[in-house]
């Protein structure tokens, strides 16, 4: 049985075991499973074994140690370190090292997390499936040859097959929680605003957000605990408001009323993902919940909308990208603009290229009210409609992704499939709400998340209904799955 976070971190704190075990550990198992897997593209070995001593010298010299204090962590490579490399995955970053930290990274650190390394990811948070990296993809631990989702696939990897038990990475329309799915694990996306984002490489600013990986709730809220608050480098943070509370499912009301969304219940989802979430809605119902089908309409725009508004986002804030201040530079043009040409026609892979003149397009004369201004009034419209689905129930409930974890090199000449992927996460991005993917079983051997999302500033509302649905037998059944693998290695999952 593998140690989770806050097991670790307790077992440091009262001298159980020692900070240099828990990353001894970590680095032993990266370098066992990490071959056949690659979820990092970075290992900081040397930094964290020095951070692991300076917790064991504190803890021995008498003093308090911080709440995580030796628990390694794996952060995602589009959040900046001082000192490592950030290549968000992209030839355009070949060889720059960061010279600041993200704030969610330094507030990690301060909670007592250890660095280990930096995580693969689709380039710039480009992708579904962590195969549009300039690293090459990372694989799902269940099956090698299966995408572990994207673009936070490294992060969702590395907890998965045990390499750390906690990771941070990004979500823009689903990035935290569809690899999340694919991998098994648990993944979150706070409120907008709840985290800082200063230190995260911008792809679709606002809609970005850093959020917690593990393999269980307590260890993500633990994590998001930590790293959210009120931060004056990043003016989109949320200023002293109070959440919106918690609700007890043991309560005396009779548990959570749960919405189930009938848009997510439609063509395109996979029989036995269906099946098996109302398997859980079921048994949640048999717990106290009241089930809720509801109809929300505006869902069935997300996707379109979506990509619209983040590649508009996304041309804007890469055009920094030039081979002019940072990051690779093609020499040898005869100007100024053939040399930005030139770099980032070879810098850009393909699939961000797509984004970016999908999003110069949307915002260019004649086109911006037609297709950015159209999608921003029907973002707005989306945000309505779900506050008045929260005004009946207290959550909305669903599947993470419409399909199981496919097969590498499936979809990546099909883009509009691999867009699809997203179906159910955008709208939570698109209207900065919190959500959550738990695992809710496993189907032909690979894993099934289950979403749980939230009204605004509801995060503690949705890990609560989380820790719930965790507790019904068919996600119990999944969460020990992933427990109880030997080496955290699952290669005897997908031969079943």
Known sequence: ??????????????????????????LETIARLDRTISAFVHVDEAGA???AEEIDSRRDSGRAVPPLAGVPIAVKDNICIE????????????????RYTATAVRRAREAGCIIIGKTNLDEFGMGSSTEHSCHGPTRNPWDR???????????????????VPIALGSDTGGSIRQPAAFCGVVGFKSTYGMVSRFGLVAFG??????GPIATNVDDVEMLFEAISGPDQKDATCLEGEARGGRHDPGMEDGGPRIGVPREFFQAGLDPVIENLILTVLGELARDGAEIIELDIPLLDASIPVYYLISAAEASSNLSRFDGVRFGARIEGEPS????????RTAGFG???????MLGTFALSAGYHDAFYGQASGMRHRMGEELARAFAAVDVLVGPTTPTLPFELGERLQDPLAMYLSDTYTVAANLAGLPAISIPAGHARGLPIGLQIMGPRLGDDLVFDVARAAAATPSCRDAAERLSSWPDGS???????
Not at 17 to 25: D, G, H, K, N
């Open 490 to 496: 699952a290669d005897q999952g997908a031969a079943e």
């Open 1 to 26: 049985m593998r140690e989770t976070a806050r097991e670790m971190a307790r077992a440091v704190r009262l001298g159980e075991r020692s900070a240099r075990s828990c990353v001894e550990l970590s």
């Open 145 to 163: 040859e299966r995408t572990s989702g994207g673009s936070s696939g490294g992060s969702a990897a590395a907890v998965a097959a045990g390499m």
């Open 336 to 343: 100024a603009d053939a040399m930005i040409r030139a770099t």
């Open 350 to 356: 393909d699939e961000v290229k797509r984004r970016i």
């Open 205 to 210: 600013s606002s809609l970005d957000q850093i």
């Open 83 to 98: 000192g490592l490399p950030t290549s968000c995955g992209s030839r355009i970053l070949d060889g720059h090292i960061s």
């Open 49 to 51: 074994l020095r951070a």
